[in-house]
């Protein structure tokens, strides 16, 4: 989406995000009416109602006609549903995939790791959860590991190896058997200890 696109969105969405304007959007969607019957209508005055005309008028979603000695206005209908196919449009997720994913998850990680060593063990689930992400893979798919090795491993990162370990098998991220650990695929991870 090209930087003037995206100006238009945001200055849509400024412009509704106005409770009266928003109000006049639905009347107008209605039938045409003039500033003194707006006025009457949302119980503001006059030069209120001009005001969030103009607004509205920017993006062209109200229409003018001068009746007489007045001006009538009317929703631009046209004007509405294109800039409802811009919104919605494939263009809009260029904006999405401009965002990192990861970013909370990766600041996580900035605050509780130190290079390879973990400071300390997040008390929040969620935290927790990405930091046991990054430990479990420091272990190799396939591979077993006796308790010992995976000790080994572990204190290398952080002295509480017994808490850690614990940790990844009550997450299923690894399981073990007569003291030989191996890490488990990601689909049998859990959220939620089971321990």
Known sequence: MSQ???????????????????????ILAQREYSVEELAALLQLKEPTIS??????????????????????YRLNQEALQDLSKAIFSTQMTTVSS???PDAWE???????????????????????????????????????YPERSLNEIIKRIHPDTATLRRELIGYRM???ENGVY??????????ESVL
């Open 51 to 72: 005001h969030h005309l103009s607004k509205l008028k920017e993006l062209n979603l109200v229409q003018m006609r001068p009746d007489r000695n007045t001006h009538l």
């Open 106 to 144: 990766d600041k996580v990680l900035r605050n509780f790791l130190d290079g390879d060593r973990l400071r300390e063990i997040p008390a929040s689930r969620k935290k927790r959860w990405v930091i046991l992400k990054w430990l479990v893979n420091q272990f190799e798919m396939g591979q077993d």
């Open 182 to 191: 191996w890490r488990e695929p990601e689909s049998e991870w859990r959220e």
């Open 4 to 26: 003037p696109e995206f100006q238009t969105l945001l200055n849509f969405f400024k412009a509704l995000s106005n409770e009266s304007r928003l109000k006049l959007v639905g």
């Open 98 to 100: 401009e965002i990192n």
């Open 174 to 176: 690894m399981q073990r």
